[in-house]
């Protein structure tokens, strides 16, 4: 009579042998050491979804509020203020243009294009609407909103991709300035200079700025970024203080 061979050591058993036992561990043991490593920034926060953006981030990406689609829009629209951004570190560009209502020192309208990702889109999308919805918003609100308010109406943004929602802040406070300037307001505008901190590289606090919002929140990830400090060791201190300030700024 025929019997069927089990699997195992081979005498028709289904015990596993000892060097089946050692194959079959070598073997996820190598398949462990080859799996994809992917970054908590970058894992879909609902595991069997590939997405990583919230639904919000998503529906603002796909279908955006209040963008100027084509040059020709974007001249035909006329502003009280313009303001373009571009970030030194990815070369992305950021342009929003506001209408304001002077006596009520209200924006009522808010445009942009941008040259940005996906988190850029979103980001500015939502700050048009934040700005816009309700019939508007005072500029004294205006220039309050952080990039933090934005990530919370959006539901979250993965942390390396934060910076993007500064992109279209930075752009607003610059249209801002600009009326203020265009409306004779020069006493409201605005100055935001850069200091240079590192003398001998000359990194400006701009720079640390930038490197905390991309996610470097110790001396030793900014100083990888942006090498501060190497040469000129007086400025730790302030880096360290700058440091804590942005991330107080932006994720505290
Ligand atoms: S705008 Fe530069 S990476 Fe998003």
């Known amino acids: 009579m025929q019997t069927t061979q ?83 570190t990815c070369g992305d560009a950021m342009k929003v243009w506001i209408r304001v209502i002077q006596e009520e020192d209200k924006i009522t309208d808010m445009k942009w294009q941008t040259f940005g990702c996906a988190s850029a889109i979103a980001s500015t999308s939502m700050l048009s609407v934040m700005i816009t919805e309700n019939g508007g918003m005072k500029i004294e609100d205006a220039l309050k909103i952080r990039p933090q308010d934005i990530n919370k109406r959006l539901g979250g943004l993965p942390q390396r991709k934060f910076h993007c929602s500064v992109l279209g802040d930075k752009a607003l406070r610059e249209a801002i300035n600009d009326y203020f300037k ?50 000129d060791k007086e400025c730790i201190p302030k880096v360290e203080e700058l440091i804590r300030f942005y991330k107080g700024k932006y994720f505290g």
């Open 6 to 88: 089990k699997p195992g050591c081979g005498r028709g058993c289904a015990c596993v042998g000892n060097e089946d036992k050692q194959d079959t561990q070598q073997v996820a043991k190598a398949a462990e050491e080859h799996k994809p490593r992917i970054h908590h920034d970058v894992r879909a926060k609902v595991e069997y979804q590939n997405w990583f953006y919230t639904d919000i981030v998503k529906k603002h990406f796909f279908h955006p509020k209040n963008l100027l689609l084509s040059k020709k829009n974007a001249k035909e629209w006329t502003a009280d203020g313009i303001g373009m951004v571009g970030s030194p």
């Open 182 to 231: 265009k409306s004779g307001q020069n006493d409201r505008v605005i100055v935001e200079g850069a200091e240079v901190i590192d003398s001998t590289l000359k990194v400006t606090d701009k720079d640390i700025e930038e490197a905390v919002l991309e996610g470097a929140h110790t001396f030793e990830e900014v100083q990888k970024k942006t090498k501060v400090g190497i040469h």
